[in-house]
């Protein structure tokens, strides 16, 4: 199951093969993990529209807490290679184990408040008293078991750092499995096992983390990747500084999408409800013809933040370049397929005609964009990784408060659907310069620095 590289690889092998041999482990635990949670969907829906409606209405608190895990990941992982990459081992074992507690701290904290405020923060989100039911019975089992969400996802982090990519995707494949053979068994009841219905589905998932979590913290103690003993208040409070000067602002970051989501998809609703539910077959696509995007953006960053903490900024210049020249032409490719199969594509989602229209307009016009966006979405990480949390947050607000939304909406009022996807198009291709030139100057800003 090892498969690390130490400090030395990521500083000193081959560029594109390190990146490559990083990626592809990434990227298919990705796609089985994605490929499992749809079964999850899939068999709360089984249940019957009020449970599948419910379990829609947890997908923003929820996202809230993973936002802050994946932050918080970011963070550690930041730290802890930069620690790696200047020979600082003890440092990155001390850093690895503040960061799992301070992360399982805050978690806990926020999952006690949501448990706490569920039937008011679930009411306001427009939950009836009959969704509510079922949102209580699966949500105060998550809750209570949020802490074993972070677990997992902070320890990962600590492998990456380390440029171990596929112990994580292994970890977060066998975790999805774990969830998706439960579920029909704890929902639907087998044997002498009762149907648990939407307890059921949370039951399957906590058991999922308990996996996952016992899994890491064993791995990172038998790999001696973090300490397991005492440390001083003073260092402990040192290191939570570090982690969250990252954590916060990438946490940040991360909601601010499915923010711009809602408000786009608020606008698409003026056209119709047929617009709406193009719009969202689109946005699903679009998770998965960025995969290799997503999963790039988790192994550059303990690339460059080794790297960096080695002093090699040439190798980050160089990593970065590379990276954005691939998913420009990767992208590119995928929007040829997806184009051409724009048809079939289309009906496999529905049979009304103006569904199908809107998505194939679609589908002709936004991948266009996915490399572009891919370039914006690397950076951001690569900026995290360069301990610019600052500059990341920043270009996330413009690219989808400055750019994205207004941009679309402009297009919306002057050319309809369609001109709404030409301006998200735009949107994209001046952030991309933006991101570009952004990044390149702070590499050359830094290396002066490194230099003085």
Same mark, same amino acid.
């Given at each position: 199951?090892?498969?690390?590289?130490?400090?030395?690889?990521?500083?000193?092998?081959?560029?594109?093969?390190?990146?490559?041999?990083?990626?592809?482990?990434?990227?298919?635990?990705?796609?089985?993990?994605?490929?499992?949670?749809?079964?999850?969907?899939?068999?709360?829906?089984?249940?019957?529209?009020?449970?599948?409606?419910?379990?829609?209405?947890?997908?923003?608190?929820?996202?809230?807490?993973?936002?802050?895990?994946?932050? #918080?990941?970011?963070?550690?992982?930041? %730290?802890? &290679?930069? @620690? /790696?990459? $200047?020979?600082? =081992?003890? *440092?990155?074992?001390?850093?690895?184990?503040?960061? #799992?507690?301070?992360?399982?701290?805050? %978690?806990? &904290?926020? @999952? /006690?408040? $949501?448990?706490? =405020?569920? *039937?008011?923060?679930?009411?306001?989100?427009?939950?009836?008293?009959?969704?509510?039911?079922?949102?209580?019975?699966?949500?105060?089992?998550?809750?209570?078991?949020?802490?074993?969400?972070?677990?997992?996802?902070?320890?990962?982090?600590?492998?990456?750092?380390?440029?171990?990519?596929?112990?994580?995707?292994?970890?977060?494949?066998?975790?999805?499995?774990?969830?998706?053979?439960?579920?029909?068994?704890?929902?639907?009841?087998?044997?002498?096992?009762?149907?648990?219905?939407?307890?059921?589905?949370?039951?399957?998932?906590?058991?999922?983390?308990?996996?996952?979590?016992?899994?890491?913290?064993?791995?990172?103690?038998?790999?001696?990747?973090?300490?397991?003993?005492?440390?001083?208040?003073?260092?402990?409070?040192?290191?939570?500084?570090?982690?969250?000067?990252?954590?916060?602002?990438?946490?940040?970051?991360?909601?601010?999408?499915?923010?711009?989501?809602?408000?786009?998809?608020?606008?698409?609703?003026?056209?119709?409800?047929?617009?709406?539910?193009?719009?969202?077959?689109?946005?699903?696509?679009?998770?998965?013809?960025?995969?290799?995007?997503?999963?790039?953006?988790?192994?550059?960053?303990?690339?460059?933040?080794?790297?960096?903490?080695?002093?090699?900024?040439?190798?980050?210049?160089?990593?970065?370049?590379?990276?954005?020249?691939?998913?420009?032409?990767?992208?590119?490719?995928?929007?040829?397929?997806?184009?051409?199969?724009?048809?079939?594509?289309?009906?496999?989602?529905?049979?009304?005609?103006?569904?199908?229209?809107?998505?194939?307009?679609?589908?002709?016009?936004?991948?266009?964009?996915?490399?572009?966006?891919?370039?914006?979405?690397?950076?951001?990480?690569?900026?995290?990784?360069?301990?610019?949390?600052?500059?990341?947050?920043?270009?996330?607000?413009?690219?989808?408060?400055?750019?994205?939304?207004?941009?679309?909406?402009?297009?919306?009022?002057?050319?309809?659907?369609?001109?709404?996807?030409?301006?998200?198009?735009?949107?994209?291709?001046?952030?991309?310069?933006?991101?570009?030139?952004?990044?390149?100057?702070?590499?050359?800003?830094?290396?002066?620095?490194?230099?003085?």
């Amino acid at each position: 199951m090892t498969n690390a590289k130490s400090p030395a690889s990521l500083t000193k092998d081959n560029i594109q093969t390190t990146l490559v041999s990083m990626t592809l482990p990434m990227l298919v635990g990705m796609i089985t993990l994605m490929t499992f949670n749809l079964v999850d969907t899939f068999f709360i829906s089984m249940l019957g529209t009020v449970q599948l409606a419910a379990i829609s209405f947890t997908f923003p608190v929820s996202f809230a807490l993973i936002s802050l895990s994946i932050g #918080l990941s970011i963070g550690t992982s930041a %730290v802890i &290679a930069k @620690a /790696l990459g $200047g020979g600082r =081992l003890s *440092e990155a074992r001390t850093d690895g184990q503040v960061a #799992l507690g301070l992360s399982a701290a805050l %978690v806990a &904290a926020l @999952a /006690l408040l $949501g448990y706490l =405020l569920t *039937e008011p923060l679930f009411t306001a989100l427009g939950a009836s008293k009959e969704v509510l039911v079922y949102i209580r019975q699966y949500m105060d089992i998550w809750f209570c078991g949020a802490v074993l969400l972070v677990l997992p996802m902070v320890g990962n982090a600590v492998l990456r750092a380390a440029g171990d990519t596929k112990t994580p995707s292994i970890i977060m494949a066998s975790s999805g499995l774990v969830n998706a053979v439960l579920d029909p068994v704890l929902i639907f009841g087998v044997g002498p096992l009762p149907a648990l219905g939407m307890q059921g589905a949370a039951i399957a998932t906590l058991i999922s983390w308990i996996f996952g979590s016992t899994l890491i913290l064993y791995l990172l103690v038998k790999r001696d990747l973090i300490s397991t003993g005492w440390i001083s208040i003073t260092l402990l409070l040192s290191v939570c500084r570090k982690v969250l000067r990252i954590g916060l602002p990438a946490a940040g970051a991360n909601m601010l999408t499915p923010l711009a989501m809602g408000v786009l998809t608020a606008i698409m609703a003026s056209y119709g409800a047929a617009a709406v539910a193009a719009f969202g077959v689109g946005a699903r696509l679009e998770s998965l013809a960025c995969l290799v995007v997503l999963a790039l953006s988790m192994t550059l960053p303990p690339f460059v933040s080794q790297n960096f903490g080695a002093g090699l900024m040439s190798r980050v210049q160089q990593a970065y370049r590379l990276c954005g020249r691939f998913v420009m032409l990767w992208q590119l490719g995928v929007y040829l397929v997806m184009a051409a199969l724009a048809w079939p594509l289309a009906s496999l989602f529905s049979d009304e005609p103006d569904v199908l229209t809107i998505l194939r307009q679609f589908i002709w016009i936004l991948p266009l964009a996915y490399g572009l966006q891919g370039i914006t979405i690397l950076t951001n990480s690569s900026f995290n990784a360069l301990h610019q949390p600052g500059s990341a947050l920043l270009l996330s607000l413009v690219r989808l408060f400055v750019f994205y939304l207004p941009f679309a909406w402009l297009g919306g009022k002057l050319y309809g659907v369609v001109g709404l996807f030409i301006g998200c198009v735009i949107a994209n291709l001046f952030t991309a310069i933006l991101a570009w030139n952004w990044f390149n100057r702070a590499l050359r800003r830094t290396s002066e620095e490194a230099l003085l």
